[in-house]
Each structure stands twice: as structure tokens, then as C-alpha cells.
């Protein structure tokens, strides 16, 4: 593996893993779990590097597997303990890894050397590498947040390394080794590997970081509220008190009073008054938002964001005080919004069919949901919203999110609930029920149906959809391809 200058003083925040190969003896690496998109990008980070990379996945379909063929990263289907032979300098397990997985089993009953991914990347991208980390956590926004920052950066000519838990628009990366001094990286509250119950976020030991919100979520992991909030105060503590910056959104009470928790310079973001970075003379347009930025009160200039929603807002106001810290000149900045493309399956218009709009969008926090549908609302105040949501992660198919699920999806016009998939582990007493949602919506004089599968939901879309309309579907998974299906369906029926 290659090494690159970089910062020539100890950090005496690093804590490390002495047992892990050094990174000029790295040559063989296998991944766990390959095709996920934290994994994908870590696999195409020890490629750039030099590695020899390879792994395996039960779900090995386009366009991950894709982008790792044409990078010549061998993959195979399904878990084998074979498939360690010849056996690698090191094993990287992905989190959705159980003690008894197969091949997680063999490597650990073989004395393979293993490693968490937010482990993997820190150890041999962030501290051998001795990179100044940029770090953006939190429950909402985070990638949009990682992914707007990396273009800023690039958009000022710099050459940051990176990774974000998603695909830029503009370049269709979720990479890139980088030749300049900053590493940008995506900070999940998720916990790391069977082995590893930090948070992914606290393995980074960031110099600089953005916190743009803190809301209960992860309830498969997290007790609950206080014990959420105290993996985001020990991130805070985390920086470095010497001279790390940690960038909060201040119309959050709660993410302000993070400053609490840290000795690294504070910096406050948002639309409400007090904030050291606000914006003012707002204007929505279907186009977007243009808005004049102001530091301490002052204007530093006028800016146009190709993007809606409060939240996308705050989010750029959260890149810009950080890229400015980054020596980025308003200039540069503004340049780097008005060129955004934004980040796939955000927002991201997938297509229009008899008049009817189709967009993607991951949001599955109850927050997201609505910030995600108000945002839409003020980008297309004329077309009928209807709101299509499969709650698939761990956390959203919780009974704790049943009322404010319902209460998120009542924003739109009409609303469409898929039963969430049953998984063998599953808690029933625990998990949540449609029918319970379905009925809160429809408590707010909102249309809504609850449907089991994906089959069921088209054709309620293709009897329901007219021309004019709006459709944001949400999942933070493929949805049985419903994007696709649902315009193809729309263009054959004549929408």
C-alpha cells in the first residue's frame, strides 16, 4: 500500500490497533459484506491505494457489483469459509456480520487478523495517512451535508480524499484516495461490527466536524434518548481541544448544547437568530433557493443553492462555515452550490411519465419524511403530493415511530404505506404495525392505504396517479425497483 506525506506531528488523540498489519505489508484485503455502500467505497479506497482487494456478498447486483468489476475487484456470491483461502493480511466485517456468519466465524477460529470497516478506514486512510479529518455527523442530513462539502472543496481546486455514504451527482463517485491534505468522511451513529459496538463516527478522531441534528433514532441499538445523545457528546469530546473546530446547527437546542461537551472551538449554523452563520432575503423558486449568507450579522454575498427544503438549507449553511474554515473564499463557495447536481436517490428526480413526476428519496426517519415532503411541497406548491414509504431499516420498522410516522406523511396529499419486510429475528411485539399508521393519516383527513407488496402498490398507483401529480417514494433500499416499474407502467397504461 502506498504512503503519502502528510502531517508531520503526532496526534495524541489516536488510538489504534497495534495488532493490524502496517500499511507497506498490506497486500491481500477481503471484505465481508462487499457490495454495501460504505463497503463498495472502502474496497475502491484499498484499490486505489495498491491493495489487492476482494470479497463476498448474498446480494451481488448492479450497480455495485458493477463498479466493482470494471475496478477489477473480484466478488463472490454467498458466504463460504472457502473463500479465505489463500487467507488475506486482513479481514474487514461489515456490521451486519453475526458471530456464527460463516466466514466471520472462520476468520476469527483461523487467528485472521480482523477489522471493522469505520476501524479499516480510520487506521489505514486517516491516521497512517496522517489526513486532517473532516468529519459531519448526525441523525439527519449527514450525506447530503459530506457529499456538498466535497464539491465545495473541489470546486476551490483542492483534492480532498474522501468517503460518503452515497453517489455525487456530478461525479458519480463515493470515493476518492485524494492527493491534498483533508479526508472527508461520512460519520454514522451506527454501531461497527459484532466485535465493535462503537459508534462508526467515534473511530474517526476528527480535527474538524459538522453535527447538523441529534433526534432518538437506531432504536435496535440504542436504549433510548439520553443513551443516543451521549454517543453524540462523547463524538464532541472526541476533537481535538488544541485546534479542532466542531461546526453545530444552532436552530437545534439540543445539537447546541453539544458545545457543552467539547474544548475544540464552537461555530453555529441555522436560520434562527443568534447563529454565527445564518442566511437572510430567502427566495424559493422551483429552481431552488437563493439566499444572501451572513457571518456575525454581515453579508458574505449571495448565494443560490439548486436544492429545497429548510433542511437542505441549513445543510449548506453548515458546508459553507465549514469550508470557510477550510480557507474556501465566498466565491469559491458560491460557485460550489450554484454547480451542485446533489446526491443520488436525494431528492433525485428519476423520471416523468403522463405528467406524472416521479422522485427518489432515502428518507426514513419520521423528520425525514416530513422535511422531505414540505421541501417538495415548496418546490411544486401546484402538483398533488403523494407520499409512497416502505419503512425497511431496523429502526424504522419500530412501533416507537408508528405515531409520528402517521403525522409525517399527513403533509402530503395522499399517502401510500407498503407493510415492512418480517425479518426471522424480528421482536412482532416491538414492530410496527401499518395499520396503526395508515389510520393516524387518515385521522388528518389525508387519503392513505396500506398495501403487503410491492405488486399491490402499482396498482393502486396506476388507478390513482393523473397527470399533474407529484410521486415521492421513499425507502432506504431498492423497493422492489418501484421507480422503474412505476414509470414504465405509467407510459404503457397512457398516462
Known amino acids: 500500500m502506498r504512503s503519502i506525506d502528510r502531517l508531520p506531528d503526532a496526534d495524541l488523540r489516536i488510538f489504534d490497533r497495534p495488532d493490524l498489519p502496517p500499511a507497506d505489508a498490506l497486500e491481500d484485503v477481503y471484505l465481508i459484506g462487499i457490495c454495501g455502500t460504505g463497503m463498495g467505497a472502502l474496497a475502491g479506497l484499498f484499490k486505489e491505494a495498491g491493495c489487492h482487494v476482494r470479497g ?10 458493477t463498479h466493482l468489476a470494471e475496478r477489477d475487484i473480484e466478488v463472490v456470491e454467498g458466504y463460504d469459509p472457502d473463500h479465505l483461502d489463500p487467507a488475506p493480511d486482513l479481514v474487514v466485517v461489515g456490521n451486519a456480520c453475526t458471530p456464527t456468519h ?13 477489522a471493522s470497516f469505520p476501524e479499516a478506514l480510520s487506521h489505514y486512510f486517516l491516521q497512517h495517512e496522517r489526513r486532517r479529518s473532516l468529519v459531519v455527523a448526525g441523525t439527519h442530513g449527514k450525506t447530503t451535508t459530506t457529499g456538498l462539502l466535497i464539491h465545495v472543496l473541489q470546486a476551490a481546486d483542492a483534492d480532498p480524499g474522501f468517503l460518503v455514504g452515497g453517489v455525487m451527482q456530478n461525479t458519480g ?28 463516527m467515534m473511530h474517526y478522531v476528527p480535527d474538524r466536524a459538522i453535527i447538523t441534528s441529534m433526534e432518538f433514532d437506531h432504536a435496535d441499538i440504542y436504549e433510548d434518548e439520553a443513551d443516543y445523545r451521549a454517543a453524540f457528546q462523547a463524538f464532541a469530546g472526541s476533537l481535538d481541544p488544541r485546534d479542532g473546530i466542531l461546526v453545530l446547527c444552532g436552530d437545534d437546542p439540543s445539537v447546541r448544547a453539544l458545545a457543552d461537551h467539547t474544548d475544540a472551538r464552537t461555530r453555529t449554523y441555522g436560520l434562527e437568530q443568534g447563529n454565527d452563520v445564518s442566511a437572510r432575503d430567502i427566495d424559493v423558486t ?18 443560490t443553492l ?5 433542511h437542505n438549507l ?25 454547480s451542485w447536481e446533489g446526491m443520488k436517490r436525494r431528492q433525485e428526480v428519476r423520471g416523468e411519465a403522463g405528467g406524472v413526476l416521479v422522485i427518489d428519496d432515502f428518507a426514513h426517519h419520521p423528520t425525514a419524511v416530513r422535511a422531505t415532503i414540505n421541501g417538495l411541497r415548496d418546490a411544486y406548491p401546484d402538483r398533488r403530493l403523494v407520499a409512497i414509504f416502505e419503512p425497511r431499516s431496523n429502526s424504522s420498522r419500530r412501533k416507537v415511530f408508528e405515531s409520528a410516522y402517521g403525522d409525517a406523511l399527513a403533509a402530503a396529499d395522499v399517502a401510500y404505506l407498503k407493510a415492512p419486510p418480517v425479518r426471522h429475528n424480528d421482536d412482532a411485539d416491538a414492530m410496527l404495525d401499518p395499520a396503526v399508521v ?57 398516462h
Not at 463476498?56 to 457489483?65: H, L, Q, R, W
Not at 422551483?286 to 448565494?303: H, K, W
Not at 439548486?306 to 429548510?310: A, Q, S, V
Not at 393519516?441 to 393502486?460: F, K, N, Q, R, S
Open 56 to 65: 463476498s456478498d448474498e446480494s451481488v447486483y448492479p450497480p455495485m457489483s
Open 102 to 114: 460463516p466466514e466471520a466465524a472462520a476468520a476469527r477460529e483461523h487467528g485472521l487478523v480482523q
Open 173 to 200: 463517485k463515493s470515493y476518492a484516495l485524494g492527493s491534498d491534505q483533508p479526508f472527508v468522511v461520512e460519520g454514522d451513529e451506527y454501531d461497527s461490527a459484532y466485535f465493535d459496538k462503537q459508534p462508526k
Open 286 to 303: 422551483e429552481d431552488g433557493i437563493s439566499f444572501t449568507l451572513t457571518m456575525g450579522g454581515l453579508a458574505r454575498g449571495a448565494y
Open 306 to 310: 439548486p436544492m429545497h427544503g429548510r
Open 314 to 338: 441549513q445543510n449548506a449553511l453548515a458546508v459553507a462555515t465549514l469550508a470557510f474554515t477550510e480557507g474556501c473564499s465566498s466565491t469559491q463557495i458560491s460557485e460550489g452550490f450554484a
Open 438 to 494: 395508515v389510520r393516524t393519516i387518515a385521522e388528518h383527513d389525508v387519503p392513505a392505504t396500506g398495501v403487503d407488496d410491492t405488486d399491490e402498490l402499482l396498482e393502486h398507483l396506476q388507478a390513482d396517479l393523473r397527470s399533474g401529480d407529484l410521486a415521492v417514494i421513499m425507502s432506504n433500499g431498492s423497493f422492489d425497483g418501484l421507480h422503474d416499474r412505476l414509470l414504465d407502467t405509467l407510459r404503457r397504461s397512457g
